[in-house]
């Protein structure tokens, strides 16, 4: 369990001290990844929906209100 140095020239033999008691600590840097950008929707899927259900609600409207001219028209 050694590791061989080299020091001006000469090679020296270096013994690894482990701990037998306590905690062994190892500090890590953090460094940034980078990832693909993520593309949001310009509007969500409920105001999406909210849309749809007012168009509906809409054209049912001016329905009814067709159908009711046509009514008045024929009496």
Known sequence: MSEPTDTDGQVEQCDIVLPRQGLLYQE????????KPKL????SVTLEKLEKMQRDAEIKVRETQEAESSLDANV
């Open 28 to 35: 890590d840097t953090l460094t940034y990844i980078l990832c």
């Open 40 to 43: 949001i929707p310009l509007k």
